[in-house]
């Protein structure tokens, strides 16, 4: 297949599940990578996490395999959770990355999903969840710091971070739902990564906020980079996306962590916040979102099991069907926050 033009701000988020056969899935998601580069996906951003369901403890070293499978896709982490390793390792694994991806290294980074889903993690780091807000800072402080390190060697001469960073340091991504947290991103000229989901509420209003906060610190002569998670469920119509969610659900029932699914089908689609349905119902869905649609990229994931040929068809739905009508797909980056904000 020829690599389609580039669609702005469209990525795919993908939460690698724990497997029987792990080889097995990080091949899967190298063969989503390289089809969605092929339709003219921006980004693919990966998760990571430890001691959970998720199945991929180091983004990075999985990011630097997939730079050799790649030639244009923007590859980012969602995000490395800064606590639970060395800063300076952080910076010395993120510039190799980004030169052998030619560049194209997007760094996500965060303090571990609250709400308990992170405690395990904590815990096995040695470190007190309790104190994530003043651990998080201060890591994110030493990464920026490590960019920028120099040591006099034993031969006295004076090394720094190799390989060269490059512009790097500029494309980091502070993920968080805590207005203090978007408030310093902005203050730092970061971008701004928000969740698919806030737990009760609406997320696309609760999460409105956090995006005024982040664009009224950051200098107005900067470019904003605001991505939001969304997660979509793209079918011919609402009962075939129901029907794929409930063989979903069927196949992999632990696919949604604490989220209680006694219900019907419909009500656990709305309590995980997933848009369903045929394309143009989730089209304008994703413009009744204030967040969306004051956002410079859209980071989709699919809640169906990441190896299925559905699963695969709803990438040409969102590049074909769904990309064309949002706000950076005919504004820019740029444009579509500062429409929105207007």
Not at 34 to 52: D, P
Not at 93 to 112: F, I, M, P, Q, Y
Not at 267 to 292: H, K, M
């Amino acid at each position: 297949m020829t690599t389609t033009e580039t669609r702005p701000g469209l990525s795919l988020f993908e939460v690698p599940p724990r497997s029987a056969d792990a080889a097995h899935t990080y091949a899967t998601l190298f063969e989503n990578a390289q089809r969605v580069e092929q339709l003219g996906f921006e980004a693919y951003w990966l998760a990571e996490g430890h001691f959970s369901a998720i199945g991929s403890p180091s983004a990075l070293t999985l990011l630097a395999a997939l730079s050799q499978r790649t030639t244009r896709l923007r590859l980012g982490t969602a995000v490395v959770p800064l606590a639970l390793d060395n800063p300076l390792r952080i910076a010395e694994t993120a510039a190799l990355v980004n030169t052998l991806s030619g560049d194209r290294l997007e760094l996500g980074v965060g303090k571990g999903n609250p709400g308990g889903f992170s405690t395990a993690a904590y815990h096995a780091f040695g470190l007190d969840e309790g104190e994530r807000e003043g651990l998080y800072a201060e890591t994110l402080d030493r990464l920026r710091a490590a960019f920028r390190h120099t040591e006099t060697g034993s031969d006295g001469n004076e090394y720094d971070l190799y390989p060269p960073v490059g512009a790097l340091p500029g494309r980091i991504w502070q993920a968080t739902a805590n207005v203090r947290t978007a408030r310093a991103a902005g203050v730092s000229g970061d971008g701004l990564q928000l969740h698919r989901l806030v737990r009760g509420a609406d997320t696309g209003q609760a999460q409105r906020p956090l995006v005024d906060a982040y664009l009224d610190a950051l200098d107005p002569a900067a470019t904003p980079r605001v991505g939001a998670s969304r997660s979509i469920l793209p079918a011919r119509d609402e009962a075939e996306a129901i029907r794929l969610f409930t063989q979903h659900l069927s196949d992999s029932p632990r696919a949604l962590p604490g989220v209680d699914t006694s219900g019907s089908v419909e009500e656990v689609l709305r309590a995980s916040s997933i848009l369903y349905g045929s394309p143009a119902q989730i089209v304008d869905a994703l413009l009744d979102d204030p967040t969306v649609t004051s956002s410079t990229d859209y980071l989709f994931s699919i809640p169906l099991g990441y190896d299925r040929s559905e699963y695969r068809e709803c990438f040409v739905r969102i590049a074909e069907e769904i990309h064309p009508h949002l706000p950076v797909a005919h504004l820019g980056k740029v444009g579509a926050v500062t429409t929105a904000a207007d």
